[in-house]
């Protein structure tokens, strides 16, 4: 992903360019190729759909505990949680052991002794978190 550098701050897009604002600057990218109908049925991406089943899973259990925690989070103000949330749960959803790929999830992973270990390891970088508690 490319970041601007110039004088001009664009956002949108511009032949096949998406220019966009993000907490890091002014970014570029290119579009997609690949049509989303195509990945939905075509067997050579049946990978894929597993891939993005579990990682429909695994955002859904992050956000259920940052909505659980959100009294205490949402003072903290980590911008780049949700992000590190859902790492964690996609390392967690690994230790499902009893899941075939593409059905894995966080509740089973947790069920591990690994898994449990991870979830205690949870630690907002926000320094104002540690005043708050």
Excluded: C, H, W
């Amino acid at each position: 992903m490319g970041k601007l550098a110039g004088i001009i701050k664009i956002e949108g897009t511009l032949d096949g360019l998406t220019f966009y604002k993000s907490q890091d600057g002014y970014m570029v990218r290119t579009k997609g190729g690949v049509s989303k109908k195509r990945i939905m049925t075509d067997p050579a991406f049946a990978r894929t759909r597993e891939n993005l089943s579990e990682f429909a899973l695994n955002a859904k259990s992050g956000k259920l505990i940052r909505d659980a925690t959100g009294v205490i989070l949402n003072r903290a103000k980590d911008p780049k949680l949700s992000s590190r949330m859902l790492q964690l749960m996609n390392t967690i959803k690994n230790f499902d052991a009893v899941s075939t790929r593409g059905k894995r999830n966080v509740a089973a992973g947790i069920a591990s002794e690994e898994g449990k270990q991870l979830l205690k390891g949870i630690r907002p970088t926000n320094p104002i978190f540690f005043r708050l508690t």
